[in-house]
């Protein structure tokens, strides 16, 4: 009896204080209301205003599908340069269908090791569509309709290099082979030097009396050059670190320079045309995993990368060379998406690569296209029209220095102090970190995320949806029938693309009639005027070239003994749509 009353008194004790934890999250939750936009209880709190390693990104991506399984799926799809997985997360409503049967959208970022938000980016867009399924009705239909393979960092070895160790804001930017840079004979014995041990490689100066450079008396942290008459106090001596193989170069052997957005194969070309090209196309099994993924997967129809900076909605071709790879129609939808993402994320610019920027061969970007006939936007991000709403352009140090005044604090830059330095003597180190300029600050991450993404849901959005609409019967007479069907696109994007037309990429689509004893089936070229293109072979299954954007295809079939059929549609960009009388 005292064992049993003891198990009552603890029962009630632990109900007791269930109850009062449940109390305790309630009278928490009173406190805090929803926010028009954002996701109100998530249930993976992540934080915005900060950047993760590899390791850290790919936690998320774990968390996010342990706690959306029936949204959420993450897998590996390769392996990097040193052998870490290239994780992917794929999202959509599992219990509307396998993620293969619908029309999907590939984002990758961070192809760039020093280009670090896209990692975030990506992980927002994952994180967003799964925390808001449950309360917004669009995002609801969205994954109903739709697949998006998201992998946030496609260099996860140089994504984790440039936290960990030492480096510029602009590296490293290839991954983490080991090549002879200076050309020596020897691999990456110069490496960067972080002298004061801060993780950041800055500038070196000294005073010399032939120097052309000034402390500004307003602000000590800005070097300003002299009038050309004049003698300053101050000289310019480079990066910050030791010529380790006395070459006369400071830091001119370190991580083997390449580019990895080079080396798709599309319009490829050798190093000494586009530097950073390495030996081949798909030299990096980063990039291979890629490509072998989007082979597997026919129903990606759309696709963006995340890099960074300069506020830029970038659009193929990367070079002169392929004007005529973008057919009018197609740079007329690429153009409809881009001009509202100028409208979605301010500050940014709708721009033609080769035209607008400079020439990419090799790239990823018109890889995509033209090997797959993928719509594909590569987006810069980080703009300096986030910090105070003006266009001071890229880089620019005056602002920049405002910046780390009025907003950072101070928390930007590294003050000016003496370094006694083996080969230069006495220098001064200091300058701006290598997480500031090209990268947001922690403030302006969320929302320029959050604009990235809904340009990409729009982007996503218009992937092909089609429906069975308006089937038709007429009695021919002699126990016959034809029956005309539509099938219409309700979106912008094609189920193929006119590249995709024009090498034959990726098979027909299929309309098929099944119930029904089929005689014949055709293509309808012009109803009105009764021309219809016959199909000989298997006429119950029409194959159609393309169903247009926002346009439709109608086919038909003369059948007898039909009363209770179904037609089915079968896109491998345009997903599944069916009809059944």
């Known amino acids: 009896m005292k064992m049993m009353n003891t198990k009552k008194i603890l029962a009630t004790l632990a109900l007791g204080a269930l109850s009062l934890g449940a109390m305790k999250v309630n009278a928490q939750q009173e406190n805090f209301f929803r926010a028009i936009g954002t996701p109100h209880k998530p249930k993976v709190e992540i934080a915005w205003n900060r950047y993760y390693s590899a390791e850290g990104l790919w936690d998320w991506m774990k968390k996010i599908a342990a706690a959306h399984p029936g949204l959420a799926k993450v897998e590996s799809i390769g392996k990097s340069v040193e052998g870490r997985d290239i994780l992917t997360i794929t999202i959509t409503d599992f219990s509307t269908g396998k993620d293969t049967d619908k029309p999907a959208m590939w984002i990758d970022g961070n192809i760039h090791s020093n280009e670090i938000q896209g990692g975030e980016f990506s992980l927002y867009l994952a994180w967003y569509l799964t925390e808001m399924h449950a ?8 994954l109903r309709d739709k697949t998006f393979y998201i992998t946030p960092t496609i260099n996860p070895d140089a994504r984790n290099n440039f936290f960990k160790e030492p480096n510029t804001a602009s590296s490293p930017r290839s991954g983490m082979l080991v090549l002879d ?3 020596d004979g020897e691999a990456g014995e110069d490496r960067m030097d972080d002298l004061d041990g801060d993780g950041n490689i800055t500038m070196m100066i000294r005073k010399s009396p032939t120097g052309r450079f000034i402390k500004d008396p307003l602000d000590p942290r800005k070097l300003m050059q002299v009038g050309p008459d004049q003698v300053g106090e101050y000289e310019m001596i480079g990066q910050e670190g030791l010529d380790n193989d006395g070459d006369g170069v400071v830091n001119d052997d370190g991580i083997g320079y390449y580019d990895p957005n080079r080396d798709w194969g599309w319009n490829w070309q050798p190093d000494y045309i586009q530097r950073g090209a390495l030996k ?46 973008y057919n009018r129609e197609d740079i007329r939808i690429y153009d409809a998406i881009g001009n509202v993402g100028e409208e979605i994320i301010p500050g940014y610019r709708y721009i033609v690569v080769y035209k607008d920027l400079y020439s990419v061969f090799g790239g990823e970007l018109d890889w995509f296209y033209g090997n797959r006939g993928i719509f594909t936007y590569s987006n810069e991000l980080m703009v300096s029209y986030l910090y105070f709403h003006k266009n001071a352009g890229r880089g620019n140090q005056d602002e920049q220095l405002k910046v780390d005044q009025l907003l950072t604090f101070g928390d930007a830059f590294v003050n000016w102090k003496e370094y006694e330095h083996p080969q230069f003597g006495t220098v001064e180190i200091g300058g701006f970190k290598k997480t500031f300029g090209r ?12 604009r990235n993404a809904a340009f990409t849901i729009f982007h996503g959005y218009h992937t092909p949806k089609l429906s069975v609409m308006d089937v038709k019967e007429e009695d021919l007479g002699g126990g016959l029938k034809a029956i005309t069907a539509t099938i219409f696109n309700e979106r912008m994007i094609p189920t193929h693309a006119s590249q995709d037309l024009k090498y034959n990429i990726e098979r027909p689509d299929y309309v098929t009639l099944t119930g029904a004893k089929v005689l014949a089936g055709f293509v309808v070229e012009d109803e009105d005027m009764k021309k219809f293109k016959e199909q000989k072979s298997s006429p119950e299954k029409i194959a159609v070239d393309n169903v247009p954007g926002m346009g439709a295809v109608k086919v038909r079939w003369i059948v007898s003994s039909a009363s209770n059929y179904s037609i089915t549609v079968d896109s491998a960009k345009g997903g599944k749509a069916s009809w059944k009388k």
């Open 181 to 183: 840079n200076d050309g």
């Open 280 to 325: 081949y196309p798909f030299t990096l099994p980063e990039n291979r995993s890629i490509m072998e993924f989007v082979m597997k997967h026919p129903n990606i129809a759309a696709a963006q990368s995340f890099h960074n900076s300069g506020g830029m909605i970038l659009r193929g071709p990367g070079a002169e060379e392929d004007v005529n790879t």
């Open 439 to 450: 990268a947001h600050p922690g403030f302006l991450l969320e929302q320029d995320a959050h």
């Open 135 to 142: 309360d917004n009705e669009f995002i609801k239909q969205l």
